[in-house]
């Protein structure tokens, strides 16, 4: 049952092949057995995730049922799931229990799914190999002793070791997309407002994006009709009407104008990644598309730009979490001073503390000018750059990540090592655009991610671009030994 996709499942079930109990509990038996090895779950909601199989079967008898009903997911640790713990992977927050669902879970919910549970990541989403979380490292399924990438790491895992058949993400500045290169999924970044933030915790809320970590397109895109569309309690909620994005999948390929950025192919990116990306572009090609050099002059500034404007929005958000009203609490604090500076000294982890330090600075009199501002109109250049790019492509193609995942431990002494790894995806984030990564290969046995990136609201067509190769390969189709 592990190996059908969200389809494949939705027949099946439909068809009384199985009930969603079964597959439920076929689920939750794979997550008993392989995630003390992996650690992609943080908890697992195994009676009520049979309560709501047993609710979708009464709809499936009754033909009362759509098509995602019945089928298991798991969520990103950093929703608000209503009576269940929402960690964020943090201390500060272990103990929070959410008194509401977050919009994208109550979406779900309505389409009848099944919460598997909630998936670990790195804390506060602040992390780029799913290292900092506070329930311990994720390991990728592909190679144990190797990061899964991050933030979104949890989910990613568990969707590569088919522990769920599909998850939910996060994407900041690559979370979904770059532990989708690195687990061999396919990652979906939407449109800023395209999917309503209500209910999902915050980090940078210029730049927080949730989507869908799915084996394939057309799975990411069945869910994604789901999870997208206008919610007015979010204010960045964009009121605009939603497609199927299934509809046009198998559209032709023909004419596409793939622009490929000088500037992702340079010093940095391993050869043999290069090598594979150039492979997958060639396919296009001979699918009908046709490939252009293109710049992106700006693309230096990304990195830089994205770490003083993403530190002071989390330096804003997180100054909520102080110990008085929920969260982590100091033991016995002697006044008012001591209750914040000890609850979130010993509720946040070094990470956190870094980029909450760095934020506060950039934000303070006298740099504000000199950081904050400065970095605001470097982004206005980089989304410039992409506009003047859409005037002659359709789409953008390079790689998601510069290397393969890397080993455990490799660069958690070293942050702006670290902070590289996501260098060809923090750009989309910057400018709001919609980014994905599509299994595009493997070197030494591990898998490799083709990023494409599209105008706005442009998802259908970047959904239609990754489906037309899934069905020309097999990449996506691979499973890590030891998760058969």
Request: proline share 5%.
């Amino acid at each position: 049952m592990h190996n059908k996709s969200l389809s494949e499942l939705s027949a099946s079930l439909h068809n009384g092949e199985f009930s969603s109990v079964e597959l439920t509990q076929h689920y939750l038996d794979r997550i008993n057995a392989h995630n003390e090895t992996l650690n992609a779950f943080i908890t697992v909601t195994d009676d009520s995730a049979l309560k709501q199989a047993h609710v979708a079967d009464q709809l499936l008898q009754q033909n009362k049922a759509g098509k995602l009903a019945g089928i298991p997911l798991a969520h990103k640790d950093i929703f608000c799931t209503q009576g269940v713990r929402t960690s964020c992977a943090s201390k500060m927050l272990d103990n929070f229990i959410a008194p509401y669902n977050a919009t994208v879970v109550e979406k779900i919910n309505a389409a009848g799914m099944v919460t598997l549970g909630k998936t670990n990541m790195d804390e506060f989403a602040m992390g780029s190999s799913n290292e900092t979380s506070f329930y311990g490292e994720v390991k990728n399924p592909w190679d144990t002793n190797r990061v899964p990438g991050g933030s979104s790491g949890g989910s990613a895992a568990a969707v590569a070791a088919r522990l769920a058949p599909i998850a939910t993400g996060t994407d900041t500045g690559g979370s979904i997309r770059q532990p989708a290169s690195l687990c061999n999924l396919t990652g979906l970044k939407p449109t800023y407002g395209r999917i309503s933030r209500y209910g999902m915790i915050a980090f940078a809320s210029s730049l927080d994006q949730a989507g869908p970590m799915a084996n394939s397109a057309e799975d990411a895109a069945m869910l994604l009709n789901e999870m997208a569309g206008f919610d007015d309690r979010d204010s960045t909620s964009v009121e605009r009407d939603v497609p199927d994005y299934t509809e046009t999948l198998n559209d032709s390929l023909d004419g596409l104008k793939i622009g490929l950025p000088k500037e992702y192919f340079g010093e940095g990116l391993d050869p043999d990644v290069a090598a594979t990306i150039e492979a997958a572009v060639k396919m296009y090609e001979s699918l009908g598309a046709t490939i252009k050099e293109i710049s992106l002059p700006n693309t230096g500034l990304a990195v830089p730009t994205y770490y003083v404007v993403a530190p002071a929005e989390c330096s804003s958000n997180l100054s909520r979490m102080d110990g008085v009203r929920f969260g982590h609490r100091c033991d016995d604090p002697k006044d008012l001073l001591d209750l914040y500076q000890r609850s979130r000294g010993e509720g946040f982890g070094e990470e956190v503390k870094r980029r909450i330090m760095t934020g506060t600075y950039a934000l303070s009199a006298g740099y504000y000018d000199a950081y904050y501002l400065k970095a605001q109109q470097c982004r206005r250049l980089i989304s410039d750059d992409f506009q003047q790019a859409f005037n002659d492509v359709d789409v953008i193609m390079g790689p998601t990540a510069p290397t393969t995942a890397f080993n455990l431990g490799d660069k958690t002494d070293d942050p702006v090592a670290m902070y590289l790894a996501d260098i060809y995806t923090i750009s989309t984030n910057l400018a709001g655009l919609p980014g994905m990564s599509i299994p595009a290969g493997f070197v030494d046995g591990l898998p490799v991610g083709l990023q494409i990136i599209g105008n706005y609201f442009d998802e259908a067509r970047l959904l239609n671009i990754a489906h037309r190769y899934q069905q020309a390969t097999d990449w996506h189709q691979q499973t890590p030994a030891g998760f058969k």
